[in-house]
């Protein structure tokens, strides 16, 4: 399995980004997939999540209302769209996905078992 995360890059503060990761190596719509986020100097975090079927998300409250997820089967994507975008969002956000299809992880990171490589986020103020 290989998770490709993309999107990063430098925003101002109030700008949007969507972030993409692109899955490889299985059936990409039998798993929920997740995105987290870590900031220097902090531990990694969740920030939202997506079934496979995209019928179930969920969010962190810090991003919540600002962050949209959703994924694109066909072409085997979940994409991270950020809006309003704050200093604090500056990170470096990752893809996840588990072992084990049909089943929604949520936001405990010891839970997904394949990480992309990581992109980053700068938000200027």
């Known amino acids: 399995v290989q998770l490709q995360a993309s999107g990063g890059g430098l925003v101002q503060a109030g700008d949007s980004l969507r972030l993409s990761c692109a899955a490889s190596?299985?059936?990409?719509?039998?798993?929920?997939m997740g995105w987290f986020r870590q900031a220097p100097g902090k531990e990694r975090e969740f920030v939202a999540a997506i079934s496979w079927s995209g019928s179930s998300i969920g969010f962190a409250d810090s991003v919540k209302g600002r962050f949209t997820i959703s994924r694109d089967n066909a072409k085997n994507t979940v994409y991270l769209q950020m809006m309003s975008l704050k200093p604090e969002d500056t990170a470096v956000y990752y893809c996840?996905?588990?072992?084990?299809?049909?089943?929604?992880?949520?936001?405990?990171?010891?839970?997904?078992?394949?990480w992309g490589q990581g992109t980053l986020v700068t938000v200027s103020s």
């Open positions: 996840a996905a588990p072992e084990t299809p049909f089943v929604f992880l949520g936001r405990d990171p010891r839970a997904y078992d394949y």
């Open positions: 190596g299985r059936t990409f719509s039998s798993y929920a």
